[in-house]
């Protein structure tokens, strides 16, 4: 799976807008997106990554480990309510993005 399938099946499968025409997916890479959170979340899993465009490979592993200092950043008493539900409801979805696409390989 790219890093632009999986930010699309996001797109597709919660309510959350992760690429729009306003904030393109090679943007929000380098932290560029209306909603600063997304940014975060973006950016993070095509640093950890080493995402080099859109369209490199990501392993579920290693998205799940980028996402693992964020979902401690946003569990804090102190961290903004939005950012906690945007990996709470982004971890299982990407869980399904990439079930989906296991699926889809062996058929």
Known sequence: MTLRELFVYLNDNTNYDFITESSPLEQAMKGQHENELIAEMISSIATKCECEN?????????????????????????????????????????DLAFNDEALKDRQ
Do not use: C, H, N, W
């Open 54 to 94: 859109a369209d490199s490979p990501v392993l579920r592993q290693d998205v799940v480990l980028a996402l693992s200092p964020l979902r401690l950043k946003y569990m804090k008493d102190d961290a903004p309510v939005e950012g906690f539900r945007l990996i709470e409801t982004s971890v299982p979805v990407i």
